[in-house]
């Protein structure tokens, strides 16, 4: 049984490049979402994907940010022209329904790409 | 407006010790979750516990507890008998039910706790 895995786990990049980041989810979770953390801070959410349909997108998602998850399994994370802001730990999380409350779409969350933009 | 506070940004605890994390948060929606994860330096979210909103008792996990009030919205964690181990950034987080189907996690700003031997 894997995880949630997340690739690469770091990436320094220069200002002006693009870079995207992949994360695989858990077998069978339908919902996957994007969050970044800043340095000292909790995460925040970016956006959401049930199966291939991404459902929702935070106003931090900037135009140069765009997500997809073709076929509902993997997804992408595409940063165009980063900017030193963009400098973050990006976390993917998976989840799916269970058995029982509400409360059993438990997201079980990836080991996270760390973003250097210098 | 903020909706997950977290007032303590670093704390120590001795061995063995017991320590109470603090969260307090804010939402309109009557079906909501909160939850507790640990961020190792590693950086891996791991979820500790949760407690529902209709849920009658506090919520425990092993040596975690959450001490759920309600009619003063605060659910801080409570860890018994700590461990060197348990040293690491402490994320209180809150998923609303009926208004946002999406079920993303809103997170407070964290307490980093330092188990001293």
């Known amino acids: 049984d894997t995880g949630v895995s997340q690739d690469p786990r770091h990436k320094i990049t220069k200002r002006g490049q693009n870079v995207t980041f992949r994360c695989d989810p858990i077998?069978?979770?339908?919902?996957l979402y994007w969050y970044r953390q800043t340095l000292g801070q909790g995460p925040e959410f970016l956006t959401y994907f049930q199966n291939e349909a991404q459902l929702e997108k935070s106003r931090l998602l900037s135009d140069r940010f765009s997500a997809e998850r073709p076929k509902g399994s993997f997804s992408t994370l595409e940063i165009q022209r980063t900017e030193q802001g963009d400098s973050a730990m990006y976390l993917c999380?998976?989840?799916?329904?269970?058995?029982?409350?509400?409360?059993?779409?438990?997201?079980?969350f990836g080991p996270g790409t760390r973003l250097t933009v210098t | 407006a903020q909706k997950i506070t977290q007032t303590q940004p670093g704390m120590f605890v001795q061995e063995k010790e017991a320590v109470t994390l603090d969260c307090t948060y804010d939402?309109?929606?009557?079906?909501?979750?909160l939850f507790w994860y640990k961020q190792p330096s590693s950086g891996e979210m791991i979820f500790l516990i949760y407690q529902g909103s209709y849920d009658q008792q506090n919520a425990t996990e092993g040596r975690y507890s959450l001490n759920f009030q309600k009619a003063r919205k605060s659910a801080n964690l409570v860890i018994s008998a700590s461990q060197l181990g348990d040293s690491a950034m402490y994320f209180c987080?809150?998923?609303?039910?009926?208004?946002?189907?999406?079920?993303?996690?809103?997170f407070g700003s964290g307490t980093r706790l330092l188990v001293r031997p």
């Open positions: 077998s069978e979770h339908n919902r």
């Open positions: 939402t309109s929606d009557p079906s909501y979750g």
């Open positions: 999380a998976s989840s799916a329904p269970g058995q029982g409350s509400l409360w059993d779409y438990e997201q079980y």
């Open positions: 987080a809150m998923r609303e039910g009926l208004m946002d189907s999406s079920y993303k996690l809103i």
